[in-house]
């Protein structure tokens, strides 16, 4: 069975830092792409940053120069650190593990991060 469990969000003041947590099982974690996505209040879940299976990363522009994505292959986890926090970044945090070889995509449940004074 898969898992992938988000842990970290929180409450935080604009400018504020987080780092969130996404550990998993179930899965040859090095066989898929691993990333973070995040979705707002009446607004489409969206990309926030991802690993290729290169280890390249892909994010988005509004949060490059202040989020960093990181794994670590042997604990089977993927982080991401985020700093410089705006309001805008107020969101519902889902870690991703995506194969197009297996053509599975994976979602955790979510980590609420809100940003306000």
């Known amino acids: 069975q898969v898992q992938l469990v988000e842990s970290g969000g929180d409450l935080v003041q604009p400018g504020g830092s987080l780092t969130l947590s996404c550990t998993t099982s179930?899965?040859?974690?090095?066989?898929?792409?691993m990333g973070w996505y995040r979705q707002a209040p009446g607004k489409q879940r969206e990309l926030v940053a991802r690993f290729d299976l290169d280890n390249t990363i892909k994010s988005s522009d509004s949060v490059k120069g202040r989020f960093t994505i990181s794994k670590d292959n042997a604990k089977k986890s993927v982080y991401l650190q985020m700093n410089n926090l705006k309001s805008e970044d107020t969101a519902i945090y889902y870690c991703n593990a995506w194969s197009y070889t297996y053509n599975k995509d994976y979602y955790g449940q979510g980590t609420q991060v809100t940003v306000s004074s």
């Open positions: 179930g899965l040859s974690f090095t066989d898929y792409k």
